[in-house]
Structures are given as C-alpha cells and as structure tokens.
C-alpha cells in the first residue's frame, strides 16, 4: 500500500467496502447514541473516510481532505456528495463514541471468523492449532502523557511519552484479534488472562508477562492448557529432573516436574504443579525455558505451541508497518481509539480479501 494523495485504490477500496453491511453499521451508531446532531456526515460517511485513511496511510487531517476533495466526482457512489471539511472530521472524531467502531469489529469478526478459519481443516495443520489462543499486547507510542500513561523516560529530556497499551488475544488459526482492551501503557498485562472465557482442552500461549500463580491453578483446574516463557527469578521445588541427550552427547531436552508454593494477601496458599522444558534455540544460539501444566504431551509440540506465540507478533508488525498509527487524526482519547478501531477493522477486511485470494487460487 503506497502513499499516495489520489484515489488510485478505489478498485480495492470499493472491494473492501462491499464487505460491510451499512444499514447495520447505521444501527450501531444509533444504538451508541452516534447519530444524535447529525446532519449529513453520518457514521457510515465517517467510516468510509476513516477506512480511507488508513489504507491510504495518511499522515493527517489536511491529506485526507485534500485527496477527498480531489476526487469528489468518484465519491457519489459510496455515499459522498458533499465537501468534507478538516473541522468536520476532527468533531466527528472527538465526539462519536469509539464503542460504536468497536462494536463494528466485534460484528465483522463474528461474521468472517469462519472464512479466516478454514485453514484449520488442512491435513498439515496441527490438531492443536484450532484449540490454540495467543496473548500478548503492543504499545503504540503517543506524543502526550496527558491522556493515557506512558511507561518509562526519554534519555535526554527525562519526560514521559504517553502510550496506550493494545492487550490482543487471537486464535491460532484466525490471525486477527477476537478480543481487544486498551490501556494506558503503564498497565500490567497480566489482567487479560481470564481463566473463566476459557473452556476445557482450550490451549493458551503467552510471555512471561502473564505469569500468575493463582491464575495458572485455575486453569489446570479447569483443563486448560497454557505454555509460557520461564522468568530468571521464579522460585520452585524441583520433583523430578530428566535430561535427554542427542547422539553427539549433547542436550537435547531437559524436562523438569516443578512445584510452586505462592502465599496469598488473603493468607491462602496456593500450590501448582508444572513442568519446565528447556531446549537450545538454534537461531539465538541459548538455552529456552517453558512452563507449561500440560504433563503428558511431547517436549517438541510444547516447544511448537510456544513458536505458534509468534503469529500474534507478526500481527502486531503487519499492523504498524502497513497503517498510520505514528500520527493520529485527533488529540483525544475517543480519536486515537477511533483511528485504532478502524485499523482493526481495515486489517480483518483485507485478510477476508486475501483469503478468498487465496482460496480461488488453489482451486
């Protein structure tokens, strides 16, 4: 996607739009109190702009009405018939409440999860893959520290930017969010980890950021898988330790049963069992640790699952290098959340689009 300050992506852009259901979107809005004042630039004209933006990777407001205005004539036909003016957009983008484009999300991905999905009836896709879930989160810097906490200084002038924190959790198999939470960046991860929207022989692949003892339980309670990164620091009592060896007499796998003991503020104690896989990872050249509850499985579909981790980073570049989320078309908390929701919501359209792509290509 190249900048450009034509409407040279009309074919893919029309393609994109055809994806979305306007009268729904219309009722979204409606419903969230987004249509109230509003004489023309209704929430589907404002979903249309945005989405343009984004895909145009615009860097502001006077790009976006500029290019807008260049090409009035080739707008009619998606419902843009008048000039659209920089206050226009940035009121819309101040005052339309971003629950409305999360709403839109949460709609598109329950509409097209199963067309993300289909890979997971592929023979060489992994059994595991469609019962695996990845967490993580990604900051995305902001200039203010005004209006979302950042974490940490910059080295020469010792203040603090401002950053909200995406915390993201996809299916393995989907490769888009299925559920998303902003933050401030100073806000620890941990929280996203819900045991409870969890269900028996679900499998859960996260960093070391998440790790909680207590949570950890609970999911070994429930029947739930979770792979994890070890941290340096973590204290435990080893059970049993096992170390398996190549031909060369070199390690290949060291599995370790471990146990826990963590005391509550409530004067709870809390006593889990797991094991430790360490293995060398070929690329860095050291050693890895992974925790994980599952006690049966091969060290070498662990090792897998945790490798799988990586997917929702990918995601994370894709997102940052393919759309304008370094510059922001508002000041206000309900804008940047705006420009972020359609971003998510321009990223689910165009993996819909290349999947089909793709689909056609292999019949």
Excluded at 40 to 45: K, T
Excluded at 74 to 84: D, M, N, Q, R, S
Excluded at 294 to 309: G, L, T, V
Aim: glycine residues 4%; proline residues 3%.
């Amino acid at each position: 996607m190249r900048k450009n300050s034509h409407f040279s992506g009309q074919p893919l852009y029309g393609q994109v739009l055809k994806l979305l259901d306007k009268s729904k979107i219309l009722d979204f809005s409606r419903q969230n109190g987004g249509e109230k004042y509003t004489k023309r630039f209704n929430c589907w004209i404002h979903l249309v702009v945005m989405l343009y933006a984004v895909i145009m990777r615009f860097d502001s407001l006077r790009e976006i009405t500029a290019s807008l205005l260049a090409e009035t004539r080739k707008l009619a036909h998606l419902g843009i018939t008048f000039k659209i003016g920089r206050s226009t957009l940035a009121d819309a983008n101040k005052r339309r409440p971003e629950a409305i484009f999360e709403a839109i999300y949460r709609d598109l991905y329950a509409t097209y999860r199963n067309v993300l999905s289909s890979d997971s009836r592929s023979r060489k896709t992994p059994k595991w893959m469609k019962r695996l879930q990845i967490i993580d989160s990604t900051t995305i810097t902001l200039f203010s520290n005004l209006l979302f906490k950042g974490v940490g200084r910059h080295p020469k002038t010792g203040k603090k930017k401002g950053g909200i924190k995406v915390h993201t959790v996809i299916h393995a198999n989907e490769g888009v969010p299925s559920d998303i939470k902003f933050t401030s960046a100073a806000t620890n991860d941990s929280f996203m980890l819900k045991p409870a929207t969890l269900n028996k022989d679900d499998i859960i692949a996260m960093d070391r950021a998440y790790i909680d003892y207590a949570k950890f339980q609970e999911l070994t309670e429930r029947g739930v898988i979770y792979v994890t990164k070890m941290k340096k620091n973590l204290k435990y009592s080893i059970l049993s330790d096992t170390m398996y060896q190549n031909p060369d007499g070199l390690m290949e796998v060291r599995i370790q049963l471990v146990e826990f003991v963590r005391k509550q503020k409530n004067g709870d104690i809390i006593r889990h069992k797991s094991r430790i896989i360490t293995y060398i990872d070929p690329r860095k050249r050291k050693l890895v640790s992974l925790l994980t509850n599952d006690m049966e499985a091969d060290p070498s579909e662990i090792i897998a699952i945790y490798r799988q981790r990586w997917e929702i980073e990918l995601l994370f570049k894709q997102m940052k290098q393919n759309f304008p989320l370094k510059y922001f078309y508002g000041e206000s908390a309900n804008a940047i959340k705006i420009q972020i929701w359609v971003t998510l919501i321009a990223n689910l359209l165009l993996m819909v689009m290349q999947k089909g792509l793709n689909d056609n290509g292999a019949s």
